[in-house]
């Protein structure tokens, strides 16, 4: 019975440590920068709603959930094969949840809840914004910085990204995985930030983002 035990305490302890270790690193948050400015010469290319989404995911003393948030609208200004401004709208009246069957009770019950004032408030701020505000390469990586605004909240974020072009006139530009604290945002259910006394029913402030937006040359 010990020896089960220890077994059983060593493999939680495994479990913790490694979900802890897996989450990817905040992305640099500043205040609000300047919008960047193409240059007349720069090559617009609108981006593709139905191909473009962001990835996210929200962790939780007891586990976590994941899923997706989609894009209305957005163009991004190439010059020299690099991206030198543009923006997109994020769509959070489209935000999916992924780990739940959508047959379930629970996956429209945690859909609804993402969406209401304890959280994003979709109703009232249907748009979350994302504004390029520069692009440059530190450590090797092209780090993207841009303006969020999200609930009439604005801070400048800075990722790492690819961008590759096809022959068909048309580009990708896919970020690693990155976290924002949302409490920076004024997103304040279940966090410590903002409340004391929660005990274990506490919700971490990093949310993880995955970008991937596709453009057509227009």
């Known amino acids: 019975m010990k020896s089960n035990f ?33 240059k007349s010469s720069s090559i617009n290319y609108a981006v593709n709603p139905e191909e473009s989404t962001i990835e996210w995911k929200g962790f939780k003393p007891t586990g976590s959930h994941y899923g997706t948030i989609g894009i209305n609208v957005g163009k991004l200004n190439i010059n020299g094969g690099a991206l030198e401004g543009g923006k997109f709208v994020i769509d959070m009246t489209n935000i999916v949840v992924k780990d739940i069957p959508a047959e379930e009770e629970g996956n429209a019950k945690l859909t609804t809840h993402l969406k209401s004032d304890d959280f994003f ?8 914004i994302f504004d390029v505000t520069g692009m440059e390469t530190i450590d090797g990586k092209s780090m993207l910085s841009g303006n969020l605004t999200l609930k009439e909240t604005t801070n400048n974020i800075s990722f790492p990204v690819a961008i590759s072009f096809t022959d068909d006139n048309s580009m990708t530009l896919t970020s690693e995985t990155f976290t924002i604290d949302r409490s920076k945002w ?33």
């Open 121 to 128: 408030d979709a109703q009232a701020h249907p748009n979350a």
């Open 186 to 218: 004024n997103v304040k259910y279940g966090s410590k930030s903002f409340f004391d006394n929660l005990g274990d029913k506490f919700i971490n402030n990093e949310i993880e983002l995955k970008i991937s937006l596709v453009a057509n040359k227009v």
């Open 6 to 38: 220890l077994k059983f305490f060593t493999l939680i302890a495994v479990i913790t440590f490694s979900s802890c270790g897996d989450k990817a690193k905040e992305a640099s948050t500043t205040e609000t920068k300047d919008a960047a400015v193409a």
